[in-house]
């Protein structure tokens, strides 16, 4: 759990970080759209392990959410992106993403019952804050195009309401 935690503070690190957000201010519309599309591909992989791993109804339940509402913006992203002819541009912040989520999975399948369901909520927590902190405060005053912009309003507001209910089941676990 420690070697969890610490991993999900790296990745929070990295997010939070005023170099990085320096960096992720200064990328492209496509880059943008990369690392929203492999930040929801992170999670629906952390939802697809809580199916596998947790017992608890409530986990399950929020973790089929994210599945569902991480999949639609995907979806909506790449069809956005076809209509535009575009492609997502791989970018080095997204390649630190999925290394550090292998990094958490390897923690996460390590751990069984009440430690996986706290372990899996509080990443969702934070994760949840670093990304919604990101999209909000760097990339979206940062986006050239109209209906990019409002994909990724959009995303957001979604996104928020998985980290209230994230809060609430870190603090129903405890």
């Given amino acids: ?18 170099s990085s957000a320096q960096d992720v201010a200064a990328m492209n519309d496509l880059e943008y759209a990369h690392i929203a599309y492999t930040a929801d591909n992170i999670d629906i992989r952390y939802a697809h392990l809580a199916l596998a791993l947790s017992t608890n109804p409530e986990v399950h339940e929020f973790a089929r959410t994210m599945i569902r509402d991480h999949t639609a913006v995907n979806e909506a992203a790449l069809g956005l992106l076809a209509k535009l002819g575009a492609e997502a ?56 195009n109209d209906e990019v912009r409002a994909l990724f309003k959009e995303g957001l507001e979604i996104f928020k309401a998985h980290e209230k209910h994230a809060e609430m089941m870190v603090k129903a676990l405890q």
């Fill in 89 to 144: 541009q791989d970018n080095a912040f997204s390649q630190t993403l999925n290394k550090n989520a292998e990094e958490i999975i390897d923690g996460f399948v390590k751990l069984r019952g009440a430690e996986f369901d706290k372990a899996y909520a509080a990443n969702e927590l934070a994760y949840h804050q670093a990304v919604n902190e990101l999209v909000e405060g760097t990339m979206i005053p940062n986006i050239d």
């Fill in 1 to 18: 759990m420690k070697t969890l935690l610490t991993t999900a503070a790296i990745v929070l690190g990295l997010m939070a970080s005023q």
